[in-house]
């Protein structure tokens, strides 16, 4: 079967045209969650502020941290701009370049029929597919993965000096984007021994330019090795590896099974799965391999085979009871868990699937007995099979992209584990969009309220789920996490949080569902809020916070026994970054009993504008033995790690400490709040 130049760059640019399709329509129909928010964050600061990480996000394996290289990447498309969609668009075309890529390595090394088959394998498979659609580390790493191969034949099976100089390089940025992918290394040894063999009067300058790559590669990871030896030393890092048992072979082989055989057991709907895909990989790894071990023109199916089935076969090793002693000794941890993520090394798989039905490229060679098996070209390439194959391929290519056409990502938005029942991006950034609008309109700002804490490694508060979506600092937009006070703007604001928001309930109660997911409410300006229980003299602080008194979340409650009872401190800040950031209020009586005490924190740096008004909710939980007649006292100050702030500009006794309930019922209330006492 022969193919003209210009049929293959037809043929070609439609998959590179349907791949684009898959990976492109619907962009916003995932959630915006987990790790692509802290890969946002990081990437969008870096591209902006020059906030630079030698530190990617943290690992799911103890306190492991990934390289940033991934972050250096993501911050190309934040860069153009903030919409999250721009960066998926990024990860999709990344991974159309590995399809490009296993198309020229397919044509080169395989064939050009086979360079088509496998680009068309690996652009509909659906777990591809799904895994070049978001934000995420290991969604970078394929066309690396596959210029670690092209590099190697380049170099080790063709006598390229740039090859060999660049797949070590290759490698290392293949694992930066997950450490999983460390373990192809024997792909390189396997080229080495392969140019060793069969080039022997050119053995110095392979080492030499092998010994150059290793440099290179080293200097790439050169900012990953000083965040990790800046963070803590390596043996500390391996002791806090938790204790979690690899895979079992079992598992390993179901996962091969399910990602060879077109389907993905961790989606929502049901992927169909072909299992005659799977089978014939394994028949034509056997025919491969065999070629491979003893033909010299084997060599690149024999490295695509490997690409392919090494890190499983590490992982099932690590399975067994010998070698999971050994790493235990090793790592002095009680075991090591590895997260490898098949999909990175599909197009491995596709070239193996493709190679045994396209053919390979066979070198001429002696006659013998074999010559039959080792010049054998493939199902195409076989005259009683072509027909049958042709029909084979449609039928599989036909129920795949069927498959494709009837999934919804926004029927049950992903994944069944990780984000059944959440709002796509498309309703984070409609809901956002609408409340920005709605401030714009009323001249005011965008406060998100959001459930969840920070994380430690993002630069921008309260961004770990949807709320990421502000990402900038130069938005008119905040972000305040639970127990943080909330900003009181002059001209109010408008509240956005998740639908079933009920933290805050004083400001948040009378709020409106927008797109399903989402609520929003109007925050009154500044001077609406007044405290009932004012204080004689507002207090200053020394690190530029003054409180102005307290309010009653039900007016004119009193603290109860056993029961909680809201209020809040109504407090303005009048520097840019005051030094202290946390207050402590205690529920006292004469005697400096305690009967309840809270502690929130102020508000974070970048929430700070001078002389703005912050209403700060104090969740009380009333001790049991509080009193039911007698003073009771609210005592409050401002402290962080070095100690506690002083009180400025008063002489006044005490001026931190406000009397809220009398020696005894009073005769009589005024309706300006003045009580009569006996």
């Known amino acids: 079967m022969v193919i003209t130049r210009n049929k293959l760059i037809l043929i070609g640019t439609a998959i590179l045209l349907l791949a684009s399709w898959l990976r492109l329509n619907d962009i916003g129909a995932d959630p915006f969650m987990a790790d692509q928010e802290r890969i946002s964050v990081l990437a969008s600061n870096f591209a902006r502020d020059g906030d630079w990480q030698i530190l990617g996000t943290r690992m799911s394996v103890g306190s492991l941290k990934h390289s940033p290289l991934t972050i250096y990447l993501y911050a190309l498309p934040y860069s153009l701009d903030d919409n999250p969609r721009i960066a998926r668009m990024f990860t999709a075309v990344v991974n159309l370049v590995a399809i490009a890529l296993v198309q020229l390595i397919g044509r080169r090394y395989f064939g050009p ?161 072909i299992p005659a895909l799977s089978i014939l990989t394994i028949v034509a790894t056997l025919w491969l391999t065999t070629r491979g071990l003893v033909r010299k023109d084997g060599l690149p199916g024999l490295l695509a085979v490997t690409g392919f089935f090494l890190v499983p076969i590490v992982v099932i090793a690590l399975s067994t009871p010998l070698i999971k002693t050994i790493t235990e000794t090793l790592f002095f941890a009680k075991g090591v868990e590895l997260n490898w993520c098949i999909w990175m090394t599909m197009g491995n798989a596709s070239l193996i699937q493709a190679a045994f039905i396209g053919g390979v490229l066979v070198r001429e060679s002696k006659k013998s007995r074999l010559s039959w098996f080792w010049n054998w070209r493939g199902l195409l390439h076989t005259k009683l099979l072509v027909t049958p194959t042709i029909l084979a391929l449609l039928g599989a290519t036909a129920i795949l992209m069927r498959a494709h056409l009837q999934y919804d990502y926004r029927a049950d938005t992903g994944l069944k584990s990780l984000y059944s029942g959440q709002n796509t991006l498309d309703d984070s950034a409609d809901a956002l969009s609408y409340a920005k609008q709605i401030a ?170 001078p002389g703005e008004h912050i209403l700060s ?60 006492d006996s």
């Not at 300058?205 to 790439?220: D, E, K, N, T, Y």
């Open 113 to 273: 029929i086979t360079g088509l088959l496998a680009a068309l394998f690996l652009a509909i498979n659906p777990m591809t597919v799904h895994h070049s659609r978001f934000i995420w580390n290991p969604n970078l790493a394929p066309p690396f993965v596959m210029l670690f191969l092209l590099t190697i034949l380049q170099g080790f099976y063709r006598g390229k000096t740039s090859g060999r100089l660049a797949h070590l390089p290759m490698l290392s940025l293949a694992g930066q984007c997950h450490p999983t992918l460390f373990l192809l290394a024997p792909m390189a040894f396997i080229g080495w021994l392969h140019a060793w063999r069969h080039s022997q009067s050119n053995r110095r300058h392979i080492v030499i330019q092998i010994l150059l790559s290793g440099l290179i590669s080293l200097v790439l990871m050169w900012p990953w090795i000083i965040g990790l030896y800046r963070h803590v030393s390596t043996l500390e890092y391996l002791r806090q590896i938790p204790h979690r048992d690899a895979p079992g072979w079992q598992e390993v082989i179901h996962m091969i099974h399910s990602a060879l055989s077109g389907s993905f057991d961790t989606f929502a709907q049901d992927v169909p799965s």
């Open 440 to 609: 714009t309109t009323n001249n005011q700002e965008v406060i998100i309220l959001a459930s969840n804490p920070p994380l430690q490694t993002l630069q921008c508060v309260g961004c770990r789920h949807w709320e990421a979506l502000m990402l900038t600092k130069s938005n008119n937009i905040r972000v305040v996490w639970d127990g943080y006070g909330v900003p009181l703007p002059t001209n109010g604001a408008t509240l956005l949080a998740p639908f079933n928001y009920n933290v805050r309930p004083f400001l948040f109660s009378n709020n409106e569902t927008i797109f399903t997911w989402f609520a929003i409410a109007h925050l009154p300006s500044s001077d609406q809020f007044r405290p009932d229980l004012p204080l004689a003299h507002p207090v200053q602080f020394a690190n530029g916070a003054t409180v102005l008194g307290f309010l009653r979340e039900v007016p004119n409650s009193m603290p109860s026994p056993g029961r909680p009872w809201t209020i809040h401190m109504l407090w303005r800040t009048d520097m840019p970054n005051p030094s202290q950031n946390k207050f402590s209020v205690q529920l006292i009586d004469s005697d400096g009993m305690k009967y309840g005490q809270v502690d929130p924190p102020g508000t974070t740096d970048d929430q700070r504008h």
């Open 617 to 676: 909710q104090l969740d009380f939980q009333i001790s049991q033995d509080v009193p039911h007649s007698g003073p009771l006292y609210l005592r409050f100050s401002m402290y962080n790690e070095a100690g506690q702030s002083e009180i400025i500009g008063t002489t006044t006794t005490n001026p931190n400490l406000l009397q809220f309930r009398r020696t005894a019922i009073p005769l009589a209330s005024m309706p300006n709040n003045l009580d009569l």
